[in-house]
């Protein structure tokens, strides 16, 4: 377990230093098109969408910027692709920068998300 939280940490450190400017930046992968909006964002709604990827399910984890996971959930496919809000349980997402990470069939999508 700690090695793969080890692994999750290293992952998102190298992935916040090769993106360091922010966001609103599609991730396009084998015709998938990943997005976190809006970016920057004030910590209320926040939308993920993924289109163009076949899968029946897509596991959501949220991780601030010392690797606790702040917010997973698993959401099933709806018609042509994944849309949803990051539900915090009514809660705004402090201020900071968080790692989406959307997974499913051997293919994991990042997204970083800044939180003014």
Do not use: H
């Given at each position: 377990?700690?090695?793969?939280?080890?692994?999750?940490?290293l992952?998102?450190?190298?992935?916040?230093?090769?993106?360091?400017k922010?966001?609103?930046q599609?991730?396009?992968?084998?015709?998938?098109?990943?997005?976190?909006?809006?970016?920057p964002?004030?910590?209320?709604?926040?939308?993920?969408?993924?289109?163009?990827?076949?899968?029946?399910?897509?596991?959501?984890?949220?991780?601030?910027?010392?690797?606790?996971?702040i917010?997973?959930?698993?959401?099933?496919?709806?018609?042509?692709?994944?849309?949803?809000?990051l539900?915090?349980?009514?809660?705004?997402?402090?201020?900071?920068?968080?790692?989406?990470?959307a997974?499913?069939?051997?293919?994991?999508?990042?997204?970083?998300?800044?939180?003014?």
């Open positions: 377990m700690k090695t793969l939280k080890l692994s999750a940490i992952l998102i450190i190298l992935f916040c230093t090769q993106n360091s922010a966001q609103n599609t991730i396009v992968s084998e015709n998938a098109v990943f997005n976190v909006f809006p970016n964002n004030d910590g209320e709604e926040t939308y993920v969408n993924l289109q163009g990827f076949k899968a029946n399910d897509l596991l959501v984890v949220v991780y601030d910027m010392f690797g606790r996971e917010y997973s959930k698993v959401e099933i496919r709806e018609q042509d692709g994944f849309l949803f809000t539900s915090t349980d009514g809660k705004k997402l402090p201020t900071g920068v968080y790692i989406i990470t997974s499913s069939n051997d293919k994991v999508f990042q997204q970083k998300l800044i939180v003014k």
